[in-house]
């Protein structure tokens, strides 16, 4: 019986050809990668806060760099109902 294969197959395929990378290490790499986008844009803000606050930055020079870092800061899609799907494609 085949093993289930990796949903990112060929990521892991094209880490481990193109760096030192073993296997392994590639999968957790693209897990961890993972992980940090699976983020939303709320949990984003909260700890990117938590982090600046103990970096001593007052709120007002916190909330303009987080919203300097939010545009090109990936998040995760929130979920979205059949319905809200077919809104999508169909309008």
Not at 9 to 31: I, K, M, N
Not at 53 to 81: D, M, W, Y
Request: hydrophobic share 40%; proline share 8%.
């Amino acid at each position: 019986m085949p093993l289930p294969q990796h949903p990112h197959e060929d990521l892991l395929a094209h880490l481990t050809r193109t760096s030192p990378l073993a296997p392994g290490e590639a999968a957790r790499v693209v897990a961890d990668v993972l992980a940090y986008f699976s983020e939303t844009a709320e949990e984003y803000v909260r700890r990117r806060h938590g982090e600046l606050q103990a970096r001593g930055l007052t709120n007002e020079k916190i909330f303009a760099r987080i919203a300097a870092e939010l545009p090109a800061r990936r998040v995760a899609a929130p979920e979205l109902s059949a319905r809200q799907l077919r809104r999508i494609v169909y309008g």
